[in-house]
């Protein structure tokens, strides 16, 4: 891609979250950053993956997967759960973050996060070189007010106060 459009894309700050996935109790995680709320009323995400990412035939095939919100403090998870899993032996373990039933789906959610969105997968798209998944959220655990990470120009940063305060 151009230089310049990669440069003007890295401008679109947003959270940074822990995508997870699992099948007969084989729980996989990776860290996202492309997702957003596309829908109020069903509410409804879409993230986007990447198809060469160990997850993608397991959120593809058992069309559910948690979305967990990470706080501003756990910069070093995001780096270790964003790593390629052949890199990293176990990154829940590794990245000590530790998990809880979910309600409405198998995947485990973390108990760390500031809040959980159980998903179920409505759609899949193969959109130039990523997946993107568009799903209903079907339950959500307790919201911490703890701020969330950002992923900026590249980069892991905190989010500022509110103007208006
Ligand atoms: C801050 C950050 C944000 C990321 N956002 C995404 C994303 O939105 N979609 C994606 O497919 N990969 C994203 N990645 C890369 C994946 O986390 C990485 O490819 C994955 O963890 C590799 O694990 P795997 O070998 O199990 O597929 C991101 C990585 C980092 C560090």
Known sequence: MEVKVQEALDKLAGPVGILGASKDGDHKVITVSWFTQVSRFPPMI??????????????????EFVLSLLPQEMEEVARICGHTSENVDNKLETSKLSTKESK???VPSINEAIVNLEC?????????????????I????????????????????????????
Request: hydrophobic letters at 35%; aromatic letters at 4%.
């Open 46 to 63: 879409v993230v986007s993956v990447s198809p060469n990412s160990s997850i993608t035939p397991i959120v593809s095939g058992q069309r």
């Open 104 to 106: 409405h789906v198998k």
């Open 120 to 136: 179920q997968t409505v759609q899949q798209h193969l959109a130039g070189d990523h997946s993107i998944i568009v799903a209903k």
């Open 138 to 165: 079907l339950h959500v655990d307790k919201i911490d007010d703890k701020k969330p990470l950002i992923f900026y120009d590249r980069d892991l940063c905190t989010v500022d106060n509110s103007l208006s305060k």
